[in-house]
Every structure is written in C-alpha cells, then in structure tokens.
C-alpha cells in the first residue's frame, strides 16, 4: 500500500513559478516558510493526535489510560508509519501539509515537529476549535471575546509551551445554521483574522451551513478572499459553489472516493467520481483560482496502537491525492499545469495572501 507505482508515476514536477514578491512568510512547526517554500501542498489533512479524539468529549480524561511503555510504543507505531508515508508523498512531489487539528481535538504539536524533522515535509498547524463537542464546557457561556483573544494570542504569539505560531484559523461548524455555540464561534474567528489577517480553514458539511458561515464570518469583518470552505463536496454541488465563491475565497474537497453516505454524512452516497466532476464543473466556470483539495487522512494514537481513518478504503491515506484523486483528474480532462495552480498557487495564496 506504501509504494504503489501508480503513486510514483502520479508525481507532479516540481518546478514552480515563483510567487509574488510580496507574499509573507509563513509559520511552520519547525520556524518561519517563504511562500516559494510551500510547494505542492496538501491544505487539510490530520498528521497526528495527542489521544483518539473521538471518544473524548472536550475537556475530558483520554480514554487511554495507558501506562508508559504503551504510549512510546504508540507514540513509535505513528512514526513509524509516518517514516513510510512520508517517503512515498516526497516521492510524489508533496512538500507542505496543513494539520487542520485544533488544541481542543488533539492538536499535538511536538509530534508534528518530530514528523516534519524526520520526512522533510513542511508541517503548518492551526489555531481555533473543532465541533461543539469537543469545545471547552464553558464556551458559550464565555462567549466571542475570549475564544476570539485565544486564536489572536496563538497567532501572535505563539502556542504555549511549543513556541510555535499557527499557519491558520481553524473552524467546524454542525450541519445547521443558528447554532448559537458555532455562531460564537464564527465571530470570535472572523474578528480574530480581522486582527491576525490570516488564512481561515473551515469544516462545514452541508449548504445551509456555509452559507451561514460566509454571512457571521463577514458581519464580523473577515476577509472572505483568506477563507477555505472544508468539505464543501459533502452534500454540495457546483450551483452552490458558483454562488459561494461569488463572495470569494475557496471551496476545498475532501470526500475522495467515499460512496458509503454514513461514513460522511451525506444524504444520498456520492458517485466515485463526485468530487472530479465537481472540480470539472468549476474549472469549465472559470474558477480555477478557488479550488483547493485534500484528502483528510487522519491517523490517531487508541489503546496502546494507531488508528488510520480510511473510510473503507485500504489505501485512502493523504498519498491517496497522488493514487486516486490525480489519475482522476487528468481522466476528467484538467490538465497538470490547472493541478499545479490548485495545489501550489492556491494554497500558497490562501495560507501567504499573495
Ligand atoms: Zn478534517
């Protein structure tokens, strides 16, 4: 499953147009990134994970219980397999990924370090919370001012303890609009970019919810054009995104290849080729600009061993960009100069500004 040669011969060539000279730096686990330095990039992906977030509700004991020795083995299991996955991405051309894993859901930044160090990728990690669940308890009753001081303090100034900044604001949102801890939420996050003036990278799954997501973000001063709407394939289509990206920023797939609706919440299980098609759809309206992908492999430490999140699909890990989500793009007619624009220059104005 590591080395397929489908993956090799998927490879994108490396050679990139320079960006724009004045395009800003940008912070990696391991220190600050030009922009020239993102290259290929992989905007929404979940390298690592201080426990399995699944079964634990924010704030709240891990579930793992685990005595030293299981939690270095864990902790050697997932680099292990990282040294694997990360060779097999370098191979393909990757060069950056964004870790879209909130403190609250796991964040765990000193492992990250440790991945960038030993695979050569760039990692970028974020600020901001996941879904209500995995908020802090008392979130709503806090209200915007100090989830929005929180994002503002670790984009300044730097995660506690790690010493490192954020490349972005992460944000999920439910499936419904007017949920009052996620219309906190999506204040507290456009005031904060509105003072940090970085890129903003959403979860929201279905149209009602990121068009109330678009409409709080800019009633409190977001920059729209620096907002990546995540997972914007579940339960979307391209009338939507046309009319969404009439406001700006990106729409950014993630749900490659998943048919079984359970698995992602979709009201009916979408065609294999769905996401494909929707970027087809786009590219033909002209907007190559903002379109972004990525696979949302997620690989998580639980009792003692390592949990890879594939959707029963044996090898969707974040290599599957260059397995499956490539080939099918190219069948679909975008050629690999448009790949290269929407991972390379899409990302790198996203994250950059320019
Ligand atoms: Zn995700």
């Known amino acids: ?18 960006p724009g000279a004045a395009a800003a730096a940008v912070p990696s686990v391991l220190g600050p990134l030009s922009p020239a330095e993102l290259g290929v990039t992989l905007p929404h992906e979940h390298p690592a994970a201080l426990y399995d977030w699944r079964r634990v509700s924010y704030p709240g004991p891990a579930p793992d219980e685990l005595k030293e020795e299981y939690r270095n083995e864990q902790h050697q299991s997932l680099l292990a397999f990282w040294d694997l996955l990360g060779a097999e991405l370098k191979r393909n051309g990757a060069q950056s990924i964004l870790d879209a894993r909130s403190e609250h859901s796991g964040r765990d930044v000193p492992t990250l370090q440790e991945i960038s160090r030993r695979t050569g990728l760039n990692i970028l990690c974020v600020t901001g919370y996941y879904v209500g669940s995995q908020r802090p308890a008392d979130f709503v009753e806090r209200g915007v001012g100090p989830a929005r001081d929180y994002m503002v303090r670790e984009l300044k100034e730097g995660i506690a303890d790690a010493g ?10 439910g499936g419904r609009a007017g949920d009052k801890s996620d219309d906190i939420l999506l204040a507290a996050a456009g005031q904060a970019q509105k003072q940090a003036g970085c890129a903003i990278t959403t979860h929201a799954t279905t149209p ?13 001063g977001a920059d729209l054009s620096r907002v990546a709407i995540g997972h914007a394939d579940s339960n979307g ?10 406001r700006g920023g990106y729409v950014l797939y993630t749900i490659w290849g998943i048919t079984n609706p359970k698995l992602i919440g979709t009201r009916t299980p979408p065609a294999p080729d769905h996401s ?17 992908f990525s696979i949302d492999f997620s690989i998580y430490p639980h009792q003692g061993g390592i949990v890879l999140r594939l959707y029963d699909i044996p090898d969707r890990t974040s ?28 990302p790198r104005r996203h994250l950059c500004g320019a």
């Open 276 to 292: 494909g098609r929707l970027i087809r759809s786009l590219l033909d309206r002209g907007l190559i600009r903002n379109v972004m």
């Open 164 to 173: 490192v900044r954020p490349a972005a604001i992460k944000i999920a949102v």
């Open 208 to 220: 009602e919810s990121r068009r109330n997501m678009l409409d709080v973000l800019e009633k409190n």
């Open 319 to 346: 290599n599957y960009i260059f397995t499956f989500v490539m080939p099918q793009l190219r069948k679909l007619g975008v050629s690999d100069s448009e790949i290269r624009q929407m991972m390379v220059d899409n």
């Open 1 to 18: 499953m590591l080395s397929s040669a489908a993956g090799m011969t998927a490879a994108l060539a490396l050679q990139s147009p320079s």
């Open 237 to 246: 289509t391209a009338e939507e995104h046309v009319e969404l990206l009439k």
